[in-house]
């Protein structure tokens, strides 16, 4: 198994354009995560699902941001229009359920940079 | 709420000292307590859990409920230890099964 996989793995765009971050979990996982990785504030989670059904979108900073998950092997972070002060890292991670006791597996990340 | 407050962002340490990265964490329950490890051009990674009182690459961490604490340490650090560490907390809360994260600890291991 290649793990969870994220595309593009760099993204270089200018404010204002859209952005689409991709990411394919193990297969038979049924709960993913997509993280934001910064220097000022670490790993924060923006949302999460569960047998692709958004759970908890609190992290989710504005309106700009979106995240779909159409079926069980495939979800999208959308960001639009983006900005500069959206340059982090991205990471999506996939478990088996959301029992205290799983483990989250993290794909390689996305680096976005908005210029 | 539940955090996580990881005090240090960078311990530098030369190869055979002892290591100990500091996690402390607020939650009203008993929560999990993890060490995720990135290392240099690796994806994050899990290192080990407080429920499973194992050592892992000579790491242990145990979880002091009284000082809400769950500290990393190695008594004899190497140079392929440096890394970027997340000490990583999930409640049991059905709103909440997700890992809330530090802000990371950078080891370094000098030769």
């Known amino acids: 198994d290649a793990g969870v996989i994220q595309s593009p793995r760099h993204e270089v765009t200018e404010m204002g354009q859209e952005v689409t971050l991709r990411c394919k979990p193990i297969?038979?996982?049924?709960?993913l995560f997509w993280y934001r990785q910064t220097m000022m504030r670490g790993l924060e989670l923006l949302i999460y699902f569960n047998n692709n059904v958004p759970i908890d979108d609190s992290g989710m900073p504005e309106d700009r941001f979106s995240a779909k998950m159409p079926n069980a092997s495939f979800s999208t972070l959308k960001i639009q229009p983006s900005e500069p002060r959206d340059s982090a890292v991205y990471f999506c991670a996939s478990s088996l359920g959301t029992d205290t006791r799983t483990e989250a597996f993290f794909g390689q990340g996305t680096r976005l940079t908005v210029v | 709420a539940q955090r996580v407050t990881q005090p240090e962002k960078l311990l530098s340490v030369f190869k055979g000292a002892p290591v100990e990265l500091k996690c402390n964490y607020s939650y009203s329950g008993s929560p999990e307590l993890f060490w995720y490890v990135q290392y240099s051009r690796q994806r994050l990674q899990l290192l080990l859990r407080h429920i499973s009182r194992e050592s892992i690459k000579g790491f242990t961490a145990d979880l002091n409920k009284g000082e809400t604490s769950f500290h990393l340490k190695k008594p004899f650090a190497q140079e392929e230890d440096s890394a970027m560490y997340y000490c990583a907390l999930k409640g049991v809360s059905a709103g909440r099964r997700a890992l809330t994260f530090g802000s990371g600890t950078r080891l370094q291991v000098q030769p």
């Open positions: 297969s038979g996982h049924n709960s």
